[in-house]
Every structure is written in C-alpha cells, then in structure tokens.
C-alpha cells in the first residue's frame, strides 16, 4: 500500500489497490491512477502538474487544479464533512461523486462526462460557474440532502433531469424531450417567490419557490418541463389536483398534461413547452372576485369617453339577484340598475334622474349578485366625481 503525505516531485505511477495521504500538492508532475486503484486524501489537494485519472481520486479537502486534470474513465469523489473549495480549472471529470455531507463549493467550470452522483451533500454553484453534464451524461440520486444550489446544465436533446433545491429543500425539475441544435440549457430554483403576479386566468400562484430556465447557447426550441409540487406550496383550501398547472411569468398558464402522486408529494408536467425563462406552480381557475371591479373616481368632462361614467367591470356575472346602487352624500338613490348589462355597459354619467348633473363630491354605493359558478358576492365603496 503506497502513501502520499504531502509533495509529489516527480511522476508516480499508482498502481496499487489503494493509497492515501494528508494532502496532495503535485509540483509539475505526471500522477497516473490505474484502474481498479483507489488515491484517498484526506485534506486539502493542489495540482500544479498532470493528474490521469483510471481509478478513482478522493479528497475530503479543498481541490484547486490549476494545470491538468486528465478524466480517463475514472471516479472523482468529494466526500468532505466540512465546507469543500472546488476550482477544476474549467476542465472535466468523467465521474463526479458527491458525498460526506459537507457543501461543494464550486467557483470554476467542471463539464460531467458520464455521471454525476448525489448521495450526501451539496453542491454550491458560485462565481457564475457552470456544472455541465454532456450529452451522454446522465444524474444519479438527489434528495434533500444532495443536490444542487444554483444552476446546473444539460448539453443536447432528449429527457434532461435537474436535480436542484434550496434551503435544505429538494425541488428538482425536468426538461422532457428537449429538441433544437445542440442546446445547453440550465435551471436553478430560489426560495421565496415574492410577490407573484396572479392573472385572471389563475387563481393562486404559490410564493414558496420558483424555477429559472437559462439558455446558455444552441438552439433551444422548448420542451414539457416537470416540476415537484409539496405540501408548501400555498395555493390555498380545497385544492383539485386537475387543477394544480404549471405557469410562467410571461405566460398566463402552461397547463397540466399529467399530475402524479398527491398534493403533499408529486409532479405535474405542462402542456404547453417551456420557452420562457421562470416557472412556478399554480391554480387553475378564473378569479371572478378579483375580475369585478369599480373604478373609485370619474369626470363627465374628461377627454376618454371611459373615464366620463362609472362602470361596473367584471365577467360571468349574471343579472339574476343584480343590484348596483348609488347614493349621495344624503343616502339618496342616485343611480340603480338590477341588470349587470347595462352596469358594464352604460354606467352612470354623475346626472340625476332628470337628467341633471350632480355635484362633485364623494358617493357611496352597494353592489351585490352571483358568477355564473354560483358563488354570491357583496361589496360597497365610494365613488369620487370630479367637476
């Protein structure tokens, strides 16, 4: 058994079943690891030489190669306890393994040959590094305790599998079917999702997370994307899972075209491809209640005709039970329709029965009614008119 404490002069064939040290520093020479040979350190590695890889390199330290790291066919594990510094030097690994628990800090580029390995631990993407798996390369594992904290990318067409999260919570996400000229796609996912825009068309948009497809170069023509959906998510009670759609902040909705599992612990997959650049999950439904609205101010002498009458705007409201009412400052009725036809469409002009112009001043009124899904609404505001 051969061991390695702390320099290496000059090249070193491994051969051995296994060799260990405390640390690693290569000083411009050729260090090849033979198959079925194991090269453990145990601390901190620098290579400022050549390091072949056939078997397999571990280092439970910090990993700066600053000249050349040769992949071959051979494992690269990073299975510190502790915090671990990564700087590959923009080259690539044929076989990544992350394990030991500790963060994997990577600050330059490493390109994934053939497998990355989640088993215990987390990779932290900082400095714009990119973590690449090629075309042929595939993901293995991911769980709340490995996975990876920032973007990861995929090179080429087919199923692309991201296994990504945040805050100690595994959210991975799917590309499924990605088609275009050798596209390189990536996507990371980041807690909270603040103030999500919610479209009339939906009816809750979760503010727990969200997801960031980023286009790195290729041609990307889209895919289905899937994404994990948890009890967190925050879309409110009584939640139908036909109803739980994936959507997009330049899209209303992307739909649901399959939705596996339960609303604690599943995925939904979309309809409509994924071309846009963040996601989130959502709740499909029209939001009457958000759709009926009251301007709060109007001027008979404005310039926009719309601007001269208060309306009633809203959709699927029946004129059945419909009763809109004005009232001055004296709790006079100045304005009443029971047809929402004529509230959305004629309103009130500010004149009186006989056809008078009434102050400016502050007026209240009363509205109340049904959508067409049945629900009843009530509401009462005031109306300012501008003279």
Same mark, same amino acid.
């Given at each position: 058994?051969?061991?390695?404490?702390?320099?290496?002069?000059?090249?070193?064939?491994?051969?051995?079943?296994?060799?260990?040290?405390?640390?690693?520093?290569?000083?411009?020479?050729?260090?090849?690891?033979?198959?079925?040979?194991?090269?453990?350190?145990?601390?901190?590695?620098?290579n400022n030489g050549n390091i072949l890889n056939e078997g397999v390199l571990s280092i439970t330290g910090d990993w700066m190669?600053?000249?050349?790291?040769?992949?071959?066919?051979?494992?690269?594990?990073?299975?510190?306890?502790?915090?671990?510094?990564?700087?590959?030097?923009?080259?690539?690994?044929? *076989?990544? *393994?992350?394990?030991?628990?500790?963060?994997?800090?990577?600050?330059?580029?490493?390109?994934?040959?053939?497998?990355? *390995?989640?088993?215990?631990?987390?990779?932290?993407?900082?400095?714009?590094?990119?973590?690449?798996?090629?075309?042929?390369?595939?993901v293995i594992g991911g769980s709340d305790l490995s996975y990876v904290e920032g973007p990861i990318f995929h090179q080429g067409?087919?199923?692309?599998?991201?296994?990504?999260?945040?805050?100690?919570?595994?959210?991975?996400?799917?590309?499924?079917?990605?088609?275009?000229?050798?596209?390189?796609?990536?996507?990371?996912?980041?807690?909270?999702?603040?103030?999500?825009?919610?479209?009339?068309?939906?009816?809750?948009?979760?503010?727990?997370?969200?997801?960031?497809?980023?286009?790195?170069?290729?041609?990307?023509?889209?895919? #289905?994307?899937?994404?994990?959906?948890?009890?967190?998510?925050?879309?409110?009670?009584?939640?139908?899972?036909?109803?739980?759609?994936?959507?997009?902040?330049?899209?209303?909705?992307?739909? #649901?075209? #399959?939705?596996?599992?339960?609303?604690?612990?599943?995925?939904?997959?979309?309809?409509?491809?994924?071309?846009?650049?963040?996601?989130?999950?959502?709740?499909?439904?029209?939001?009457e209640e958000r759709a009926l609205y009251v301007p709060n101010a109007f001027s008979p002498a404005a310039s926009d005709p719309?601007?001269?009458?208060?309306?009633?705007?809203?959709?699927?409201?029946?004129?059945?039970?419909?009763?809109?009412?004005?009232?001055?400052?004296?709790?006079?009725?100045?304005?009443?329709?029971?047809?929402?036809?004529?509230?959305?469409?004629?309103?009130?002009?500010?004149?009186?029965?006989?056809?008078?112009?009434?102050?400016?001043?502050?007026?209240?009124?009363?509205?109340?009614?049904?959508?067409?899904?049945?629900?009843?609404?009530?509401?009462?505001?005031?109306?300012?008119?501008?003279?």
């Amino acid at each position: 058994m051969g061991r390695i404490f702390l320099l290496v002069f000059t090249g070193l064939l491994i051969c051995a079943s296994a060799a260990y040290g405390q640390a690693l520093i290569n000083d411009n020479a050729l260090i090849t690891i033979t198959p079925s040979t194991r090269m453990s350190i145990i601390g901190g590695a620098l290579n400022n030489g050549n390091i072949l890889n056939e078997g397999v390199l571990s280092i439970t330290g910090d990993w700066m190669n600053v000249d050349t790291y040769t992949p071959g066919t051979g494992l690269f594990i990073l299975n510190g306890a502790d915090r671990q510094n990564i700087a590959h030097n923009d080259q690539e690994v044929y *076989q990544l *393994q992350i394990t030991g628990g500790g963060e994997k800090v990577f600050s330059s580029n490493i390109e994934i040959q053939n497998s990355l *390995q989640l088993i215990d631990g987390i990779i932290e993407v900082s400095n714009r590094a990119v973590v690449l798996v090629q075309s042929n390369g595939t993901v293995i594992g991911g769980s709340d305790l490995s996975y990876v904290e920032g973007p990861i990318f995929h090179q080429g067409t087919g199923n692309k599998h991201f296994p990504v999260g945040s805050n100690g919570n595994f959210r991975p996400a799917e590309l499924i079917n990605v088609t275009g000229t050798n596209p390189v796609v990536g996507i990371a996912m980041y807690e909270p999702n603040s103030n999500p825009i919610v479209p009339l068309q939906l009816l809750a948009v979760s503010d727990t997370r969200y997801w960031q497809l980023i286009r790195q170069s290729g041609s990307y023509n889209g895919s #289905q994307i899937r994404l994990k959906v948890t009890n967190d998510e925050r879309l409110g009670s009584d939640v139908d899972i036909q109803d739980v759609v994936v959507t997009s902040a330049d899209s209303l909705s992307l739909g #649901q075209s #399959q939705f596996t599992g339960s609303l604690s612990d599943g995925e939904v997959v979309s309809s409509m491809p994924a071309i846009g650049e963040f996601y989130a999950i959502a709740l499909e439904g029209f939001a009457e209640e958000r759709a009926l609205y009251v301007p709060n101010a109007f001027s008979p002498a404005a310039s926009d005709p719309e601007d001269q009458v208060v309306k009633v705007y809203g959709q699927r409201v029946l004129d059945e039970g419909f009763i809109f009412r004005i009232y001055n400052r004296w709790g006079q009725v100045v304005y009443e329709t029971t047809s929402f036809v004529e509230a959305n469409t004629v309103g009130w002009y500010g004149n009186t029965s006989s056809g008078e112009g009434e102050s400016g001043g502050v007026y209240h009124y009363t509205l109340s009614g049904a959508f067409s899904s049945g629900r009843t609404f009530k509401r009462n505001g005031t109306i300012q008119v501008i003279r």
